[in-house]
């Protein structure tokens, strides 16, 4: 693990209004799967005008990034197919800083998504920007780096994977090797606890035994929460905004 990380947390304020604009991310993708499912109404756009109206008159218009801007000006059923991963990440950097800043207790455990669990996002959008700014408490710096050196390195177990996956399924000795000494470290500092292979437990079961497609998405998710906790412990950077691109 690391022994040295900066930890310097991000304004409340700038927090509470990432969080909103996030929330609104997460509304904004499901009139759109609302749409691709049952149509596109006329009750959806008027939502979606309502939304993005909300956003801009509120304290957090200046935390909207441009690509996020134009996501919520693109009428119902027209997002681009390159911008559909950043709406439908929204809920998961919305739990990764959401439960690193108490909004949460619980979040689905690995494999599974935020955005897989109804609870999960009711949750999120039963809370108003007032509920947001009511209940966000940062978290001290010592916690904030414990959390970002787990998303880093949940990431790079994620990373490592989805790389074996591509490449026929099997681990090299090399990647066996270092996944046992990372392993060992992070049992040792108290982060991770480890299964009898010494493989990180991350979820519900070992890694090796998930499926392909759930490799590729968390590979995925891992890497937008690393983004977020990133952000969140680092003042005055700009977030940003994972695309379909990105991803190839």
Excluded: H
């Excluded at 074996?164 to 090299?172: D, F, M, S, V, Y």
């Excluded at 759930?214 to 690393?226: A, N």
């Amino acid at each position: 693990m690391d022994e040295y990380m900066v930890i310097d947390l991000q304004p409340r304020e700038a927090v509470i209004n990432r969080l909103t604009v996030l929330r609104a991310l997460v509304e904004r993708s499901l009139l759109e799967a609302t749409a691709i499912d049952e149509g596109a109404t006329s009750d959806l756009e008027e939502r979606r005008f309502d939304l993005l109206a909300e956003l801009l008159s509120s304290p957090a218009a200046d935390a909207i990034a441009p690509e996020e801007l134009v996501i919520f000006q693109t009428p119902i059923a027209k997002i681009p197919e390159e911008d559909e991963v950043a709406v439908i990440l929204a809920a998961e950097s919305f739990g990764a800083i959401g439960k690193a800043c108490g909004l949460f207790r619980y979040l689905p455990l690995p494999p599974d998504p935020v955005g897989s669990s109804e609870e999960a996002l009711e949750q999120i959008l039963m809370m108003s920007p007032t509920d947001i700014a009511e209940r966000v408490v940062l978290p001290e710096d010592q916690a904030a780096a414990d959390m970002l050196e787990v998303a880093e390195v949940v990431y790079w177990r994620a990373d490592v994977e989805f790389g074996a996956r591509l490449n026929g399924g099997e681990l090299t000795q090399e990647e066996k090797e270092s996944i046992e000494a990372v392993g060992v470290e992070a049992k040792a500092s108290g982060l991770f606890q480890v299964y009898p292979s010494g493989d990180l437990k991350l979820g519900n079961k070992p890694i090796r035994k998930w499926t392909d497609d759930e490799v590729e998405t968390f590979y995925i998710i891992s890497f937008q929460k690393r983004l977020a906790m990133e952000w969140l412990c680092s003042a005055g950077q700009e977030w940003v905004v994972v695309s379909d691109e990105d991803e190839e």
